[in-house]
């Protein structure tokens, strides 16, 4: 069975800041991951994926993700983090028919 | 405008009363499914169908049905409603022939209350 770990709750970086989400997956096989931010009150939004190929990922919003098989990561980052960035992001994995999601972390971006 | 539809967006009932919250998409996906989101725990997903006809369950699918007779329409139903179902309800579709990794469209949610 697949798995997705998220191990910050929140994460908070002042505006400006590069600012790192982190992702860690376990699943058999090729994986391929996503991330999804949720503004309150909204559902989900695609951020962007990896399905195969190079491992940084470019994505919405000037966000990307790197993707890292040896040590199974799929972290989300931005150079220069915006207020507006402050959200829920999820990260999740593709196996079968299934997509699992981690438990989300909250982005606090702080002027 | 493409998206996703849930009905309702909020919802308050008692234990064992049956309800469904019907979902609806106008952009012709083949794949549905219906996740739940509770504090803590992330989505978790209930229920999915890869085409007409055809559904499968997902990580936590008791307590609940689901059926795909047209492929716009995946309704949720819960058959008698408990507390722990209490929880914010999430209708999602894809474009792709089945499988999901293409990226799902999410619609707005529906919080259920059940008392």
Not at chain 1, 17 to 22: E, G
Not at chain 2, 97 to 110: D, H, L, V, W
């Amino acid at each position: 069975a697949q798995s997705v770990a998220q191990p910050e709750d929140q994460v908070n970086v002042a505006e400006g800041n590069p600012l790192t989400v982190k992702c860690t997956y376990s699943v058999s096989g090729n994986p391929y991951l996503f991330w999804y931010v949720q503004y309150p009150n909204r559902g989900l939004q695609f951020l962007l994926k990896y399905i195969t190929g190079d491992n940084l990922v470019k994505g919405s919003y000037g966000f990307e993700a790197e993707f890292n098989k040896s040590q199974t990561s799929f972290h989300l980052k931005k150079p220069s983090a915006l207020v507006s960035d402050s959200a829920l992001y999820f990260c999740a994995v593709n196996y079968g028919n299934m997509l699992t999601f981690g438990g989300g972390t909250r982005l606090m971006v702080k002027p | 405008e493409a998206q996703v539809t849930q009905n309702p967006r909020y919802l308050i009932t008692v234990t064992g009363k049956k309800l469904t919250v019907t979902c609806s998409q106008n952009m012709n996906h083949e794949y549905m499914s219906w996740y739940r989101q509770d504090p803590g725990l992330g989505l978790r997903q209930i229920y999915y169908s890869m085409n007409v006809e055809v559904t499968d369950k997902g990580d936590v699918p008791e307590g609940y049905k689901v059926s795909r007779k047209e492929k716009r329409n995946f309704p949720l139903i819960l058959e008698s409603p408990s507390p722990n179902q209490t929880s914010l309800y999430f209708c999602t579709s894809s474009w792709t022939s089945g499988s999901p990794y293409n990226e799902q469209f999410f619609g707005p949610g529906t919080r259920l209350t059940v008392l």
